[in-house]
């Protein structure tokens, strides 16, 4: 049995957050790609869902390179998605829905076609220009090689070379991903001053909250030590390797240079204060891949952000032993810290669900699972719609992962393809121009309205899932789970007397005694059937169940 040490139960704490992909959800201007009106015209869609919030991806000026996550200015919006005022009247419209909006902000690095870098590279070595990135001399003769062995997390070395003003190969700058992403120096003060601003500037507009890039690794150890692994280092950070044990990642992960600072708790400490200075409860969620995950605890003490991913979960095979575990490590490392955690399936970053788990049915009864712990959980567009990852040309690809892997790593373009609304339209309603992935035909099925009238489509599963979850919570469901014995390859646990939760993770239909009188209440799937204290739960099928 598991204890929150929280009395009060924050906005947040039981949401469910929609992760908007902007660039993937709605187009409103024919361009091919989606903008933030497109977001606005649709929020009457995502009020239908029955969430709590959005979060969206960056929208703000950028080269896009990495999806908007190069941000050339953040306090801008890019024309590709509109304008400011258009941000402005996306939190308006959402509040009068009656949903919460999260931005992401990203301060680990900046574009490369940020005023600040574009001084820099005009500037000379020791600058205080470059000191607000990291720059440094190359080894060897003639500078030639890198400062250090890190590698860039989209593959190939974290370092590039500059060319001098004087036309002659110099210094290196630090790149953790693309090379149009140079890492900022959070030891430079312009650097924490200019976030400071970002947040307050949003903040003024009614934000509720950010989502935080790469949280984990803002500052750095010494520039001069070498990463024992780094070749493990990238492949353990991959998010596609379903089934890689915590155990396996922890030694991959651990002493990484440039993850996991303790310095950087100071940052969250400080912008805890700026989201604590204004009314109406903003928060803060972060972006940390840490291991072992028990390291996230720390993020989430009382004085630091309100929540963080839990990509360990993301990533855990369909097995009843391994989701125990997954759970049960995440709700005890963060109870230490009085911390709730969040559940997260699927995001622009990993494959679709449907797709790592290579199943309709075990997605549908994973989703069914996930909705039914106490935490928040969070949604990624199209997930609800039961979407596999888009079938793309190799050529169409646009993820710098693919493009620095020289194609051996595909990338995370597939998790990215817009989202199939309507099945008659031209690219199935997404947009009347060329969308900027291609859009196979076998999305069609899947389209939002196919699905609006069936109800047992994935939407109306999503849709039921989250009515019942807040309808249970107003009905005093426990924040407490309790695990109850069951055959192998069955998770059984209860939150309160009068709720629980069966899924069957197994290929064949089991029968559990769960010793009192129960009534189905939500399946994933058909078949399953109660005859006295026994529920027969269908292959691959999760049951919430009422007593
Ligand atoms: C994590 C983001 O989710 C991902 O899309 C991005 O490429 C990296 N951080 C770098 O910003």
């Keep these: 049995m598991f204890k929150s040490e929280k009395s009060t139960v924050a906005w947040w704490d039981t949401a469910v957050i929609y992760q908007v992909y902007p660039r993937s959800f709605k187009d409103s201007n024919g361009d091919g790609e989606g903008d933030l009106r497109g977001v606005i015209n649709e929020i009457p869609y995502l009020q239908s869902l029955g969430i709590d919030a959005i979060w969206l991806s960056p929208f703000f000026k950028s080269p896009n390179k990495d999806g908007g996550y190069d941000v050339s200015d953040p306090r801008d919006v890019d024309p590709r998605f509109g304008k400011i005022s258009d941000a402005e009247d996306l939190i308006e419209e959402a509040h009068s829905a009656g949903i919460k909006v999260i931005f992401d902000i990203v301060p680990n690095h900046f574009s490369s076609e940020h005023l600040w870098f574009k001084a820099a590279l005009a500037s000379k070595p020791g600058s205080p220009e470059r000191d607000r990135f990291h720059f440094a001399d190359g080894q060897g003769e003639g ?42 120096n959070w030891e430079n003060k312009d650097v924490s001053d200019d976030f400071e601003k970002t947040i307050r500037f949003w903040l003024d507009r009614g934000l509720d909250g950010f989502r935080i890039d790469v949280a984990h690794g803002l500052y750095k150890s010494d520039i001069h030590t070498n990463h024992r692994d780094p070749e493990g280092l990238t492949h353990a950070l991959r998010l ?16 990484i240079p440039f993850f996991g600072q303790t310095k950087t708790h100071e940052i969250y400490r400080k ?29 989430v003490r ?87 990852d888009g079938i793309i040309p190799d050529e169409a690809r646009q993820d710098p992962s693919y493009i620095r892997s020289g194609g051996k790593d595909k990338g995370r373009d597939g998790a990215r393809v817009p989202l199939p609304w309507n099945s008659k339209e031209s690219n199935f309603g997404f947009s009347t121009g060329t969308p900027w992935l291609p859009m196979h035909s076998s999305m069609k099925a899947h389209s939002a309205d196919l699905q609006e009238g069936d109800s047992g489509s994935f939407l109306n599963l999503y849709r039921t899932s989250f009515a019942l979850r807040k309808r249970l919570a107003t009905q005093g469901v426990s924040k407490e789970l309790v695990w109850r014995e069951g055959p192998e390859g069955i998770v059984y646990f ?28 939500l399946e994933s799937k058909g078949g399953a059937s109660v005859d006295g204290t026994i529920v027969t739960v269908p292959a691959h099928t999760t049951l919430w169940l009422q007593s």
């Design 494 to 521: 209860t939150r309160g007397s009068g709720f629980s939760v069966l899924a069957n993770t197994t290929d064949a239909p089991i029968d559990v005694n769960v010793h009192t009188a129960v009534m189905v209440i």
């Design 271 to 299: 912008w805890r204060t700026i989201l604590d200075s204004y009314p109406d409860k903003r928060m803060a969620v972060a972006e940390a891949f840490l291991y072992p995950t028990s390291r996230l605890a720390d993020y």
């Design 143 to 184: 500078g030639n090689t890198p400062p250090n062995n890190w590698n860039s997390i989209f593959n190939g070395p974290a370092w590039t070379r500059v060319i001098e003003t004087d036309g002659k190969p110099g210094q290196w700058y630090l790149h953790l991903f693309d090379s149009s992403q140079p890492d900022l």
């Design 302 to 388: 009382p004085d630091e952000l309100h929540q963080v991913f839990n990509f360990d979960y993301m990533a855990v095979e369909w097995s009843a032993e391994k989701i125990r575990d997954s759970v049960n490590r995440s709700i005890q490392e963060l109870a230490g810290v009085g911390a709730i955690p969040s559940w997260v399936m699927d995001n622009h970053d990993s494959p679709r669900v449907v797709s790592r788990l290579k199943s309709e049915d075990k997605a549908r009864a994973f989703a069914l699972l996930t909705h039914a712990l106490p935490g928040a959980v969070y949604v990624y567009q199209g997930e609800e719609l039961g979407l596999a």
């Design 240 to 255: 596609d390797l379903g089934g890689m044990d915590h155990d396996v990642r922890t030694a991959l992960l651990s002493d």
